[in-house]
């Protein structure tokens, strides 16, 4: 299934591609370096000027953005046009400090809309599609990024919004959706719940999932493709860049293209701030360079992956990116290990265990813990002792495989651990009432 929203941009040959990269990027320094003090400021005590920068070879000169630049900018200090230019916000959905907030002219949201577009029709997405949207709609670009690429590709759009999966399987029945756009762990949930209701996988019409937000393993992908009756599709995004559709999978999927016609991507060492060659595992940092209202340069994303470009049986030519192997402020150290959450899901479902997990990290007497939540079936849990102490030793000794440290795995009751709508929230680190800074 080669399927393409814009075939002439998404199969450009690699040279042009760059060629193109290496004149925007040109313009657009030069349009942040006019209308953006804060970047400016950083420029200049850089020692970098516009005139500096003359291609895609001269991007490692120039200063990189954190989160912290954009929380000590908020509100409006990376606005690179006037408010009257803009018609919307987005927002991240960060509980702690100021949010991210993300402003979007009338041609920047298009773009965006169309990067979903893109990602729904490698999925398989036509005007014949019934989408059904239910990431969050509000602040969160989930629900208005997908929505606005479904209406691009002319299929009739759902716009479901999060919760109330009673309702969400009524209409995915009764209105026959063929394409589910939500998190990986609210698919899971609804597989669950239709499971539930006596619905078998072939009793849904739903044909393709397009699952992002959040960091899952293809453990968790294979779950959610037998549940429903599928095949899931992950997208990535984030709302500093635009939204979903930064990147997106194809029929191949082995990785995400990332629209390279409107984002460079470069992989740095997230110590040294060092770039790496395409294939080094490292921090992706994004340049936009055809935003109008909202254009980061340099932005450290703090998820961790690898860029590849080899040739795709899809045809598309934009590099891929593999699936986050979690942030870099995901990463756990316990007991002087790295530990990514991921690691912890791929064992349990690995070991048939459904993926409604909670990880507890905390410190005691100077050494730190590590709880694993883990929810059994109605048809495997037990009130026999013995057998679920059996069945937490042999799973815990299969998470020390992977990690090298001893967990202590609960095995809890069905339905005892709270399903997730939006982004699942998998650890409670306790060490940070410590002051500890994992
Ligand atoms: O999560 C945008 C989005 C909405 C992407 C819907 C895909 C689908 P933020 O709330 O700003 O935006 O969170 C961005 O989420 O830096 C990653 O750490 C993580 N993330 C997003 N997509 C994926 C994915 C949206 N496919 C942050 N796999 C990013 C793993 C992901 N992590």
Redesign the pocket.
Known sequence: MNNFYQKEMETMPVEQIKKMQSEKLVKQVRYVYDNVEYYRNLMDEKGVSPEDIKGLEDLHKLPMLTKDDLREAYPYGLLATDLKNCVRIQS??GTTGKRVVAFYTQKDIDMWEECCARAIVAAGGTNEDVCHVC?GYGL???GP??NGGSHKVGCLTLPMSSGNTDRQIQFMIDLKSTILCC?PSYAAYIGETLREKGYKPEDNFLKAGI??????TEEMRHDIEKSLGIKAY???????IS??GVSFECSEQTG?HINEDHFIAEIIDPDTGEVLPEGSKGELVFTSIDKEAFPLLRYR???ICVLTRNKCSCGRTFVKMS??MG?SDDMMIIRGVNVFPSQIEAVLLNEGYAPNYQIVVDRVNNSDTLDVYVEMDEKDFSDKVKDMTKKEKSLSAAIKAMLGINPTVHLVAPKSIQRSEG?AVRVIDKRKRLGINM
Not at 211 to 216: P, T
Not at 234 to 240: A, K, N, Q, R, S
Request: glycine share 16%; hydrophobic share 30%; charged share 25%.
């Open positions: 991240t959905s990431y969160f670009t989930g990024g997908l998190t699952f992002g937000a959040e960091a899952w992950d997208i990535y995004g984030l709302t500093e939204g979903p995400m994303t703090r998820d699936k986050p942030r982004k």
